[in-house]
């Protein structure tokens, strides 16, 4: 006997509509899940953080006075102390945290406050504020869309071996200045990472975005020129896969500010408040001090 071939096309009509109804919700349950796909825990304002980052006056400001500004009531619950013989740190994560910072589920937000202080006056000397945050990734989790941002600051008194000897170049002082400023953090934080798996991974990642810098640099020596524009230095990153790097240096008094940011953090970077605060400092230098920047970058 024939097939009944009307019958068969209905079955096949019918088995469409099947596959076609199960796509739609599989879609559905897709969206669901990336809409409630948040962060286990949320950052507490990235102000609370960076202004106690911001108003710790290097040069000036006492262990005594450095503990003082470190403590926020409103985070002092959950926040550790780690101390070692030259630094103080206050730190604290939430959520479970993850060493790579972007697999997606439980989302960990990891802060730190750090600060180093000169081994013979005990003043502030040089001074670290970290946050990592998750964007809630929504329904952007269907385009596979990175919702990590991290931010990292740091403001350094550096000696004058570093910055006042003749460089073949321009480019080679930004080196010089870069391997300098990783080489105190790695130095302020090496016996406090020992109190927190969250500090010294975030150690890792740190230290990890650095030498992709420097590598980078050494490629193309010409990339730090926009080390101190407002776009800064756009980098590619092998975990958060972009950054942006900006550096300014103040020679009257031997200050530098270094500014990371990586993944989301780098949106709009140039029109992010905070980097126009830093570009706002640099243009309050005098004239003097604008023309011994220039002249350095003719090297």
Same mark, same amino acid.
């Given at each position: ?6 019958? !068969? ?53 006492? !262990? ?29 994560? %939430? ?30 000397? %040089? ?8 964007? $809630? ?58 109190? !927190? ?40 990153? $092998? ?43 640099? $243009?309050? $230098? ?14």
């Amino acid at each position: 006997m024939l097939p009944n071939i009307g019958k !068969s096309i209905v079955y096949s009509t019918k088995g469409e509509n099947v596959r076609y109804f199960t796509l739609i919700l599989a879609l559905v349950a897709v969206f669901v899940a990336g809409c409630n796909n948040t962060p286990s825990a949320d950052a507490p304002d990235k102000n609370k953080v960076f202004n106690r980052y911001d108003s710790i006056v290097l040069g000036e400001d006492t !262990s005594a006075t450095v503990l003082q500004k470190l403590y926020n009531k409103s985070l002092d619950k959950e926040e550790y102390l780690s101390q070692s013989e030259s630094a103080v740190a206050k730190w604290a994560q %939430r959520g479970d945290y993850n060493t790579t910072l972007v697999q997606r589920g439980d989302y960990a937000v990891v802060w730190f406050n750090i600060v180093g202080f000169d081994e013979e006056s005990m003043t502030a000397k %040089r001074k670290y504020a970290f946050l990592s945050d998750e964007d $809630s990734p929504g329904w952007w989790v269907l385009v596979g869309a990175a919702s990590q941002k991290l931010r990292f600051d740091m403001e350094m008194i550096m000696d004058d071996e570093v910055l006042d000897q003749p460089y073949a170049s321009a480019s080679d002082k930004w080196i010089a200045i870069i391997e300098e400023a990783k080489k105190l953090y790695l130095d302020d934080v090496r016996d406090i990472r020992k109190d !927190s798996h969250a500090i010294d991974s975030i150690s890792l990642l740190i230290n990890q975005t650095f030498n992709q810098i420097l590598e980078q640099i050494q490629r193309s020596p010409d990339l730090t020129q926009k080390l101190d524009k407002a776009s800064g230095l756009e980098f590619d990153h $092998s975990v958060l896969n972009e950054g942006r790097m900006l550096i300014i240096v103040d020679d009257a008094t031997n200050t530098v500010d270094v500014k990371i940011k990586l993944g989301s953090a780098t949106k709009d970077f140039a029109n992010n408040d905070d980097v126009k605060k830093l570009i706002k400092k640099q $243009s309050t $230098s005098t004239p003097e001090e604008e023309a011994t920047i220039d002249d350095s970058n003719k090297k």
